[in-house]
């Protein structure tokens, strides 16, 4: 029998259905034995996985004494068994290093106390989430009954309750489809079309249901829709061995030696607290990521400032000072030479400085984490200002800041109008920035009150661990960022890509927890930005209508960080400044690292200003490409007197002491 027959060798018995009490009851005889189950959703969700484990059972036998299955000749069998031994082996090791860990040292307690603090506050939110969640209603359960028996019918019936041939499977016709079950695969065998095409309707129903929920707030009511769609997602049987025809193909083709390799890569993540997305040992930062050569020129304790070699005999008078954002490395805008918005500014003759934020430690001596708040970003923002004015004896800079690089930027612009020192930036640049978190997106399905006790409960020594953030963002695109990884890389066992960009995503920073709690709480719960004066920073009361540099505002079409109709409102606290807003193309990333070269996506412009970014839309010119050479030809319509690229516009040169190369030291600590 072909590999392929084998996961196609099953039989069960027509499921029938009975009425009791106003509710379906369903019996499912199968060869493993008889089992009624009688909670109408668990008979729903629970059926197939049952039926997958007599699919199991055919592959593997259960003892000697069974008939002796296709699986079952002495070679496969024996290789086989090396397989369970080696997944066994790798399991028992994984445990002896972690009971190591807690005899030998106080990190794996930490992480232990870390986890325990969290319970409380998380078992709080989710019991609050399953309260309202729809589906534990009867008569929603019973439709849900209803209409997952009249699909299994439908789906059954056209197989005649037995398994198709080849040929007569291609003529099957499924109600509903999804890109995650494609592969033919999925509809070529009866029980897995009946597996996937129940967790549609599943995922369908739930999905409506959430949607009609009433009494809730309209903040509640998005928590609810975001907290079903992660179920929803995590529920997918692509996720499960058993339920996954393309992972049972590929363990009976490698005899095992996919599901060692998983297993592997689970353990790996495991260890390192974190879901890996590119190839280990694939990037060296400095070596074929974050390349653009340079100096380290300024280094005080929260970051230090690089300053990139020029390639041009001449150079704007006016210097770039970027500040990346510090919950990431700055290296996304220089992920390689193709890539790297830094080389490409360089190359248009721009002197180029960057801003590389410290990761929190928390056994850092140097810095105390656990008092670091937002007024000292903005002073690092300030001093890093007048770090390169006072190098290259320049009056002003042009200035960058993407998403809450941007948020703070906005924050220095006012302090520095109300103290009468505007003029030492000659333009600021805002990628993906908000100001205005009315409308912030899905982040805000995670600042309730319980959500922000949770968050406190994991700060150790004042340090936020990146790798709960790296998770929450990932939760944002679950599918993609989470469960794709899963199903290819821990059921199937394959290869990790080779991906810069996933290589970034994994190289996460710790941020201070003090921070990190008012910034969610005062930002976006309370949204205080936009109240003129009601925060304030450095002593300064912040108040954006009093900014009066000319600004450049960038969104991503499809950014779910930073939503469009989110970063548009900051047009809206310029009354004083000239301000040009473009929307781009793509998302969070892709909307900002998009090279001219790659002539991809496309960008809207506007001719005068518009009350809401629908009007925009309306109004707006659309052009094909990258966004960069426009927003260069607006900051040279500031600015466009150049210099000799010579003296201190070459970092490094005679005379000039600097304290490393790029990309130096803070991006390589972790």
């Known amino acids: 029998m072909t590999d392929g027959r084998r996961i196609s060798a099953f039989r069960t018995r027509a499921a029938h259905k009975t009425r009791r009490d106003g509710r379906y009851m369903v019996q499912a005889t199968q060869d493993i034995g008889e089992k009624t189950i009688t909670d109408p959703l668990t008979t729903l969700l629970t059926l197939p996985f049952q039926i997958g484990q007599q699919v199991l059972e055919q592959m593997v036998p259960a003892s000697p004494a069974a008939t002796p299955l296709p699986l079952a000749e002495a070679e496969e069998?024996?290789?086989?068994?090396?397989?369970?031994?080696?997944?066994?082996?790798?399991?028992?090791?994984?445990?002896l290093e972690q009971a190591n860990k807690a005899l030998s040292g106080n990190q794996f307690l930490t992480e232990m106390q870390q986890r325990a603090a969290m319970t409380p506050a998380m078992i709080e939110m989710i019991e609050g989430w399953t309260k309202q969640i729809p589906m534990v209603r009867p008569d929603n359960q019973e439709k849900l009954i209803a209409d997952g028996m009249a699909l299994w019918e439908s789906v059954l019936a056209q197989w005649g309750l037995n398994v198709a041939a080849p040929d007569k499977a291609k003529d099957i016709t499924l109600p509903r489809s999804d890109r995650r079950f494609a592969d033919p695969a999925w509809r070529d065998n009866p029980y897995f079309a009946l597996v996937h095409q129940t967790y549609l309707l599943f995922?369908?129903?739930?999905?409506?249901?959430?949607?009609?929920?009433e009494g809730l707030d309209p903040a509640r009511k998005e928590q609810l829709r975001f907290m079903t769609r992660t179920m929803v997602e995590a529920l997918s049987p692509d996720h499960f061995p058993l339920t996954n025809p393309l992972v049972m193909e590929k363990a009976i083709e490698t005899r095992g030696e996919s599901l060692?390799?998983?297993?592997?890569?689970?353990?790996?993540?495991?260890?390192?607290?974190?879901?890996?997305?590119?190839?280990?040992?694939?990037?060296?930062v400095g070596e074929n990521i974050a390349v653009t050569p340079g100096k380290v020129i300024h280094r005080a304790p929260l970051f230090e400032i690089i300053q990139y070699s020029p390639t041009t005999e001449k150079v704007d008078v006016v210097p770039l000072l970027i500040f990346p954002p510090w919950i990431n490395?700055?290296?996304?805008?220089?992920?390689?030479?193709?890539k790297s918005f830094v080389q490409w500014a360089v190359a248009q003759g721009l002197t180029v400085f960057m801003v590389s934020w410290k990761s929190a430690d928390p056994q850092d001596e140097a810095v105390d984490w656990s008092k670091v708040v937002w007024d000292d970003y903005?002073?690092?923002?300030?001093?890093?200002?007048?770090?390169?004015?006072?190098r290259l004896k320049v009056p002003a800079v042009h200035t960058i800041g993407y998403c809450v690089a941007g948020t703070t930027l906005a924050a220095t612009l006012a302090i520095l109008a109300r103290r009468g020192e505007a003029d030492k930036v000659a333009s600021a640049t805002f990628f993906t920035a908000q100001v205005d978190f009315e409308k912030a997106g899905e982040l805000k399905n995670f600042i309730d009150d319980q959500q922000l006790a949770a968050m406190a409960a994991l700060a150790n020594n004042g340090v936020m661990d990146g790798r709960y953030l790296a998770a929450t963002f990932n939760?944002?695109?679950?599918?993609?960022?989470?469960?794709n990884y899963v199903t290819n890389n821990y059921l199937m066992g394959s290869d990790y890509p080779a991906f810069d960009l996933l290589f970034w995503n994994g190289d996460t920073t710790n941020l201070p927890a003090t921070w990190h709690g008012a910034y969610l709480r005062d930002l976006y719960r309370d949204n205080l930005l936009v109240v003129p004066d009601r925060l304030s920073a450095c002593g300064t009361p912040i108040d954006l209508k009093q900014i009066v540099t000319p600004c450049y505002i960038q969104a991503g079409r499809e950014d779910h960080i930073a939503p469009p109709e989110s970063v548009f409102r900051l047009t809206k606290q310029l009354p004083k400044a000239a301000h040009q807003f473009i929307l781009a193309g793509s998302g969070h990333i892709a909307g900002v690292v998009n090279p001219p070269a790659a002539k991809k996506y496309q960008y809207w412009t506007c001719e005068g200003d518009t009350d809401t970014l629908e009007a925009f839309v309306e109004q707006a010119k659309e052009t094909p490409g990258s966004w960069w050479p426009h927003w260069l030809d607006w900051l040279r319509s500031i600015s466009a007197e150049q210099v000799a690229a010579k003296g201190k516009r070459v970092p490094g040169g005679r005379g000039d002491k600097v304290l490393d190369n790029a990309p130096g030291l803070y991006v390589r600590l972790r």
Not at 82 to 94: K, M
Not at 475 to 483: A, K, S, T, V
């Open 329 to 338: 490395r700055f290296y996304i805008l220089d992920l390689n030479p193709k």
């Open 203 to 213: 995922a369908e129903q739930a999905t409506a249901m959430a949607d009609k929920v």
């Open 260 to 284: 060692v390799k998983g297993m592997e890569h689970l353990l790996t993540d495991m260890k390192q607290g974190q879901l890996s997305h590119a190839a280990p040992g694939a990037f060296t």
């Open 475 to 483: 939760l944002l695109r679950g599918n993609d960022l989470i469960w």
């Open 378 to 390: 903005i002073s690092a923002q300030v001093e890093a200002i007048e770090v390169v004015r006072e």
């Open 77 to 95: 069998a024996l290789q086989w068994g090396e397989t369970a031994a080696r997944l066994q082996q790798l399991w028992i090791d994984f445990n």
